[in-house]
Structure formats: C-alpha cells, structure tokens
C-alpha cells in the first residue's frame, strides 16, 4: 500500500508563511482530487482545514490554503500565528485498493 | 450543533476484546457515511474503518480485517467498533468521524470527529 510522506517539523516566526507538503505515489495523489488536511492539537479532536485539495469549509480562515502538482499535495498558511501551532496531517483517498483512506505521517509545525 | 461522543475505551490484555460506541446529534446519523481513526502513542492519525449509511458497505485498514467490525444503529444515532483478539500495536486514541454525505454518495474526508476514546492493550 502506497504511503503519504510529510516533513517531521517545519517553523516560521509570527506573520510569516509556511507550506507544508504531502508526497505520494502516482496512484493515489497522482490520480484522486481528494487531498485533506487536518489540524490536531493535543487532546483535542482533529480539526478539517481543507478538503478536496484546495476548497476550505466554512469557519477555517482564508490564511490557509492547499493545492496539488503531480504526486505532491501542499498546505500553506501564511500571517502564522501562535494558534496556528499544531500536528498537521494530510490525507487521500486510497482508491479501489481499500476504499478508504490513506494519512500522511504528520508534520508538527512550531511558530517561533 | 454536531457531536460525536466516543466510550468504551479501557485497559485490555493481548487477546481480549472491547466494544467502542460513538453517539451522534446534531445531524441525521442515518444520512451519513461514518468512520472511525486511530492515533497510537506518538504516531501519527490511521484511518481504521468506513460503513454506509444502511451498513450494507463496511471498509477496513489491512491490519484489522478478520479482527475489529464497524456497525452502526441508526435508530439509536449509535457507531460502534467490535474490537476482537486485540493486540499491543491496537493500543491507540480512537476517534469517531463524520464523512460528509450528499444525494447519498459520499465525500472522501472527515469534517466533525469526537474528542476519542484511549484503548490500552497490556498485560
């Protein structure tokens, strides 16, 4: 089964940008517009930030966005903010193979 | 507002079994796609199981078929996860999620999750 590959950590100062980014396989990201983001503070419930790659629901602010080339999908979220600190996991459709879904490992981004 | 409260997470030797529950308001359960996702300490979130709204169509991660069983009572607004011949890597948070659901066809992410509920597999 294909995996998800994220960046352990990233960081950035108030006010700055980051973009976390998502790698997979041809058959999964290369194929399905179902890219998901989460965002997971401890002991809290995860949090949707985007889904279907790059459309943001209702409540998540307009810092964060997502979008997809190829095999890669990615998160940014620009004007960080101490809030903003928080695992983040991206997420796919598996496709045919489970008819489920498939979670990048995590990437923990830190606001200096 | 939608909530989904997960119970029935405890302590349980290797071999054992738990059943998981998540209750659902909010929204009409019966409309609804629902998943449940696992987090083990220090990793990252895995998704576990998918059932239809009828639960005529149940889904599992590799690791689980044969061993953990998703249902649902949608008279009772109810999820639950059978969890059988339970293993120390079972040991994880597991969370209820929502998968948004329109004309009856599902999307592929989760928008509301529970808050989980903590499993432990040890002797």
């Known amino acids: 089964q294909s995996a998800l590959t994220q960046p352990r950590s990233v960081s950035g100062s108030p006010g700055q940008s980051v973009t976390i980014s998502c790698t997979g396989t041809?058959?999964?990201?290369?194929?399905?517009?179902?890219v998901s983001w989460y965002q997971h503070h401890p002991a809290k419930a995860p949090k949707l930030m985007i889904y279907?790659?790059?459309q943001r629901p209702s409540g998540v602010p307009d810092r964060f966005s997502g979008s997809k080339s190829g095999n890669t999908a990615s998160l940014t979220i620009s004007g960080l903010q101490a809030e903003d600190e928080a695992h983040y996991y991206c997420?796919?459709?598996?496709?045919?193979?489970?008819?489920?879904?498939?979670f990048g490992g995590g990437t923990k981004l830190t606001v200096l | 507002e939608v909530q989904l409260v997960e119970s029935g997470g405890g302590l349980v030797q290797p071999g054992g079994s738990l059943r998981l529950s998540c209750g659902a308001s909010?929204?009409?359960?019966?409309?609804?796609?629902m998943s449940w996702v696992r987090q083990a300490p220090g990793k990252g979130l895995e998704w576990v199981a998918n059932?239809?709204?009828?639960?005529?169509?149940?889904y599992y991660v590799d690791s689980v078929k044969g061993r953990l069983t998703i249902s649902r009572d949608n008279a009772k607004s109810s999820l639950y996860l059978q969890m059988n011949s339970l293993r120390a890597e079972d040991t994880a948070v597991y969370y209820c999620?929502?998968?948004?659901?329109?004309?009856?066809?599902?999307?592929?992410?989760?928008?509301?999750w529970g808050q989980g509920t903590l499993v432990t597999v040890s002797s």
């Open positions: 999620a929502r998968v948004p659901t329109a004309r009856g066809l599902r999307s592929y992410f989760f928008d509301y």
């Open positions: 909010g929204f009409t359960f019966s409309n609804y796609w």
């Open positions: 059932i239809k709204q009828d639960g005529r169509e149940r």
């Open positions: 041809s058959n999964v990201l290369g194929v399905y517009n179902y």
């Open positions: 279907d790659v790059s």
């Open positions: 997420c796919s459709y598996a496709g045919s193979y489970t008819f489920g879904e498939l």
